[in-house]
């Protein structure tokens, strides 16, 4: 089955700074790679996805890449704010599939 | 429209009680899907039901069960438990027929004492 790893665990940015986030993947059948938000106490929430027909996606402060040779794809947020502070779960899974095989997750700290 | 609804939201048992947990889709979604948060170890996959069959399931014993209505609710029981199963029940919903966002509800957290 497919294993996800993330990199780092934990992450401390100061507002204003660029934070990225790295995933790989195992299975090369997978081809839909989705980043959720998990605020405290609350729950995940999609942020941006990305299938295997485009490299690159962005959606204003974030982005995110993919590189499908090396298995391995990567959140990108500028200009991070205090409200960015949060836990980021990467995803992958193959076309098909409703579930995910989520990464340990991110969890980023962005202070004033 | 509502979002996906777990009941109940916290619970406390005992060693060897069981539990029944339940979500309830957003309307119109067909998949539902269940993962247990623990400290450290992200989101693990327990089961996926799409119209009443369950479709995929993670790496838990079997004392990890589930099923699914007609209506599309969802319910999942633990029997038998066991410290190691307190942690934060989280499903999620989705048409189910194309790969695609999950929608979560805010979770079942079950403390075993």
């Known amino acids: 089955g497919e294993n996800v790893e993330q990199h780092p665990s934990t992450l401390s940015v100061q507002e204003g700074d660029s934070a990225v986030i790295k995933c790989t993947y195992s299975d090369s059948a997978s081809n839909y790679f989705p980043w959720y938000k998990q605020e405290l106490g609350k729950r995940p929430q999609l942020i941006i996805d990305?299938?295997?027909?485009?490299g690159e996606k962005k959606d204003q402060r974030i982005a995110v890449t993919l590189n499908k040779t090396a298995k391995h794809f990567s959140l990108h947020i500028t200009e991070t704010q205090p409200e960015d502070s949060a836990v980021y779960f990467c995803a992958a899974t193959p076309s098909g599939y409703s579930t995910l095989t989520f990464g340990k997750g991110t969890m980023l700290l962005v202070s004033p | 429209k509502a979002g996906v609804t777990q009941t109940p939201r916290y619970l406390i048992k005992t060693r060897g009680q069981q539990v029944t947990l339940s979500c309830s889709p957003i309307s119109g979604h067909r998949s539902v899907s269940w993962y247990q948060q623990t400290p450290g170890q992200g989101l693990q996959f327990l089961f996926e039901?799409?119209?009443?069959?369950?479709?995929n399931k993670g790496n838990f014993p079997g004392r990890f069960s589930g099923r699914q209505f007609s209506n599309s609710r969802s319910e999942m029981n633990v029997s038998t438990l066991e410290l190691g199963d307190s942690a934060l029940y989280l499903c999620?919903?989705?048409?189910?027929?194309?790969?695609?966002?999950?929608?979560f509800g805010e979770g079942s957290r079950l403390t075993v004492l």
């Open positions: 999620a919903s989705s048409f189910g027929g194309v790969t695609g966002e999950l929608f």
């Open positions: 039901y799409f119209s009443e069959t369950q479709r």
């Open positions: 990305i299938r295997s027909n485009v």
